[in-house]
């Protein structure tokens, strides 16, 4: 065997210590072999998603007695393992999909498809139409990705129950419907996760470190062909779903698969009632808004976004958008004008984002501090841009876009 001494050896030890030591620093592996996890609350977006929570591609909702009483690694066909609404608007594939064909769009689609595991932007279309819209019922862990200077930043994730997610046909979640993030496992055990709340996501009524879910999924060779959902509206029934549909045609189940779906004892749980229609309260004031939607019935939720015409405090944008129907008690995200510049993490309302790159040094959301988040145009630091309207032809990238 071959020795190696004096200065190799000095320069292998480097190595090997600047190693764990970038592990450490990267939140990567934290000191204790914990894993780093960045909790992300119903409602709220990430730091740099994907899509403009505005675009409304999907909307979370409280699960209320839906909440799941159980805990650890569960296979992702099991009944009642999922929720789901027959609101097909939780989460539009079709929309995901026409934002992904956009030609100003290439390079996100091109790093979704990365992540994705797929060989390019033109299996995208057929993936989607795979997946089914499901709502989690417990708080569960994956791998997240937001979008960062051109590419997906990868970051293990707590998503709080009530969120609603596309899932493959293993039940793996595969997106997050509100800002179109790709979702991949969570390669750690539940025991290692160390999950870090912050300002913006704070931690939840229901949060309990003993109820966090990992979903295995189902074998390669047993693809689920039905779900079985909880309906989180109407939780003593469920809903059967066939797989890659949009929820329009679910079967109704008598009664909620899987067992029981009352939160857990001694702990209170969110209520929803029927459907109501969704405000309209764009232009309003953050306080004129909330009592109008609060007298409505809905919870209210607050995303940011810096703006140099709107005067601070002015409601951009909601999700749902008005008019539509929603559940009672459900949550309704309303996007807030801050002076320009002052973006925190939340994304900008007006438009669809392109590939373009802003500029300059910010903070955002509080989940990513230093260096602001490039990747969409303008959208922090005071960077420049154009929002790209309109819509491809031709399949992925096969026509021209029109200019809005």
């Not at 050896?9 to 620093?25: D, I, K, S």
């Not at 702990?267 to 004031?285: A, M, Q, Y």
Request: charged share 25%; aromatic share 4%.
């Amino acid at each position: 065997m071959k020795r190696i001494r004096g200065r190799g050896r000095a320069l292998v030890a480097l190595t090997v210590v600047l190693a764990v030591f970038g592990l450490l620093t990267t939140g990567c592996i934290g000191m204790g072999g914990k894993v780093a996890v960045r909790a992300v609350a119903r409602g709220v977006p990430t730091a740099a998603p994907f899509f403009k929570q505005a675009m409304a591609l999907g909307a979370d909702i409280a699960v209320g007695k839906a909440l799941a009483d159980f805990s650890g690694e569960r296979d992702g066909g099991d009944p009642g393992l999922y929720g789901g609404t027959r609101d097909a608007g939780r989460c539009d594939k079709a929309k995901l999909v026409e934002f992904l064909e956009k030609p100003e769009n290439r390079g996100k689609a091109q790093e979704w498809a990365k992540t994705q595991g797929l060989d390019g932007v033109g299996e995208i279309e057929g993936f989607v139409k795979r997946l089914t819209p499901v709502v989690l019922r417990a708080d569960t862990l994956v791998r997240n990705h937001d979008f960062v200077k051109g590419r997906a930043k990868a970051f293990d994730a707590l998503l709080e129950a009530g969120i609603a997610v596309l899932v493959d046909q293993f039940g793996k979640p595969a997106v997050q419907c509100t800002c179109g993030n790709p979702l991949k496992s969570f390669d750690h055990g539940i025991g290692d996760a160390d999950v870090k709340f912050d300002d913006r996501n704070k931690e939840w009524s229901s949060y309990d470190s003993k109820k966090v879910t990992k979903v295995k999924p189902a074998p390669k060779e047993e693809p689920v062909e039905v779900y079985e959902l909880v309906d989180v509206e109407e939780p003593d029934s469920g809903l059967a779903r066939e797989t890659g549909s949009d929820g329009t045609d679910d079967e109704v189940l008598p009664e909620a698969p899987g067992g029981p779906s009352e939160g857990p004892s001694g702990e209170p749980s969110e209520e929803t009632g029927p459907p109501v229609e969704v405000p309209e309260v764009r232009g309003l004031s953050l306080e004129e808004a909330q009592v109008r939607l609060e007298a409505a019935g809905f919870e209210v939720a607050t995303a940011e976004e810096a703006s140099d015409t709107a005067l601070p405090g002015t409601v951009l944008g909601q999700s749902p958008e008005p008019a539509t129907q929603a559940p009672s008690a459900s949550l309704v995200t309303v996007t807030v004008a801050v002076p320009g510049g002052s973006q925190t993490g939340a994304p900008p309302v007006s438009g669809e984002p392109t590939d373009g790159v802003g500029t300059g040094e910010g903070t955002v959301g509080g989940q990513d501090g230093g260096t602001g988040e490039v990747g969409e145009a303008g959208e922090v630091g005071g960077g420049s841009g154009s929002d790209g309207g309109g819509s491809g032809s031709g399949g992925l990238f096969g026509g021209a876009a029109e200019g809005q």
